[in-house]
């Protein structure tokens, strides 16, 4: 089946520096990406949808400066979060559609997630 | 506006306690709703696809049905190791986007 790679799955950094999370499509290619951030006992939340070879769509509230995502290529994107500050620490977890564009019938497949803390 | 709603938020079975969670949703148009399963710390695991009203699939002890407005996965026999909290979510066909909307999800608990 589909397998999407997500590295690191912990990260500790220091308030003011910038974090890189790759997400990885193994056998497929991902046309779209998706990336999430999930609180303590609280769903995913949707934070921005990348698409590969153009720029992302971020959800409103999600500042598009901190959050950068890149989605360079049809098997790799990346969220770095820029001047990293505690508040900024949570679970972050990417997904990918992994079926071509058009097609009927599809699944997401998601990563394994990125502990992301800010100290 | 499009919402899922998972119930119960949380639920304790005994082991070999049947029980079902309920996902109902108020979507402009249904293009297909997915039930994960996530572990602490992990990322969500993908269980089902549904697509039209009275589809049902099944794997293992699971079991999930869909109908036109609300989705229930129902769990028969339970091991401990069913233990996760279990999210649903929807794509409209509204969106072009492909992005889902998730409900908050189910946290069970299955107790030896």
């Known amino acids: 089946g589909a397998v999407v790679s997500q590295h690191p799955s912990r990260v500790i950094c220091k308030s003011g520096t910038s974090v890189k999370i790759e997400c990885r499509s193994l056998?497929?290619?991902?046309?779209?990406m998706f990336w999430y951030r999930q609180f303590p006992k609280q769903s995913l939340m949707l934070m921005a949808t990348?698409?590969?070879?153009?720029?992302?769509?971020?959800e409103q509230g999600v500042e598009k400066d901190k959050f950068l995502i890149n989605h360079a290529s049809l098997t790799l994107s990346t969220l770095t979060v820029t001047s990293a500050h505690p508040e900024d620490s949570s679970f972050y977890i990417c997904?990918?559609?992994?079926?071509?564009?058009?097609?009927?019938?599809?699944?997401?497949?998601f990563g394994s997630g990125t502990r992301l803390t800010v100290v | 506006e499009d919402q899922v709603t998972q119930s119960p938020e949380a639920l304790r079975l005994q082991e070999g306690e049947s029980s079902s969670l309920n996902c109902s949703y108020t979507?402009?148009?249904?293009?297909?709703l997915f039930w994960y399963r996530q572990d602490p710390g992990k990322g969500p695991e993908f269980l089902f696809t549904?697509?039209?009203a009275g589809e049902e699939k099944e794997k293992e002890r699971l079991k999930a049905t869909l109908t036109k407005k609300e989705s229930f996965l129902h769990i028969t026999a339970p091991k401990p190791e069913d233990s996760a909290t279990y999210l649903c979510?929807?794509?409209?066909?509204?969106?072009?986007?492909?992005?889902?909307?998730f409900g908050s999800g189910t946290r069970l608990l299955v107790r030896p």
């Open positions: 979510a929807v794509r409209t066909t509204m969106d072009s986007s492909y992005k889902l909307i």
């Open positions: 549904l697509y039209s």
């Open positions: 997904s990918a559609r992994d079926a071509p564009p058009g097609a009927a019938n599809y699944g997401y497949t």
């Open positions: 990348s698409n590969e070879g153009s720029k992302a769509t971020y």
């Open positions: 979507v402009s148009g249904l293009r297909g």
């Open positions: 056998d497929f290619q991902a046309t779209t």
